[in-house]
């Protein structure tokens, strides 16, 4: 439960977008790449060591176990880890005009 929205900065570099914000003394910082479509995330500090789960791995600094599916099971085959994030009801706009 969030008892204070955090302040989130959105700034615009060309063609990449950072965003960043603080929540419980961690700071997290994602960018986005547009014509490479290139996502990169971020997170400095402690409150979240090993508590994450999902495609960016669970910042537990052991890359390891990154590529966890959500089943739990390690793997290592980068398809197969994808695949199994993957939201079948959700169907996303191919044609990007960036």
Same mark, same amino acid.
């Not at 789960?53 to 600094?61: F, Q, S, Y």
């Given at each position: 439960?969030?008892?204070?929205?955090? =302040?989130?900065?959105? *700034?615009?570099?060309?063609?990449?977008?950072?965003?960043?914000?603080?929540?419980?003394?961690?700071?997290?910082?994602?960018? !986005? =790449?547009?014509?490479? &479509?290139?996502? =990169?995330? *971020?997170?400095?500090?402690?409150?979240? &060591?090993? *508590?994450?789960?999902?495609?960016?791995?669970?910042?537990?600094?052991?890359?390891?176990?990154?590529?966890?599916?959500?089943?739990?099971?390690?793997?290592?085959?980068?398809?197969?880890?994808?695949?199994? !994030?993957?939201?079948?009801?959700?169907?996303?706009?191919?044609?990007?005009?960036?």
């Amino acid at each position: 439960m969030l008892l204070k929205s955090p =302040t989130i900065s959105v *700034k615009e570099d060309g063609y990449m977008v950072k965003l960043k914000f603080m929540l419980s003394g961690t700071e997290f910082m994602l960018e !986005w =790449t547009l014509k490479k &479509r290139i996502f =990169t995330a *971020k997170l400095s500090g402690s409150s979240y &060591r090993g *508590k994450l789960c999902g495609l960016l791995g669970n910042a537990d600094g052991n890359s390891l176990n990154d590529f966890q599916k959500p089943d739990g099971i390690v793997v290592h085959d980068v398809v197969e880890f994808g695949e199994s !994030w993957k939201n079948h009801d959700m169907k996303c706009d191919e044609d990007w005009s960036v």
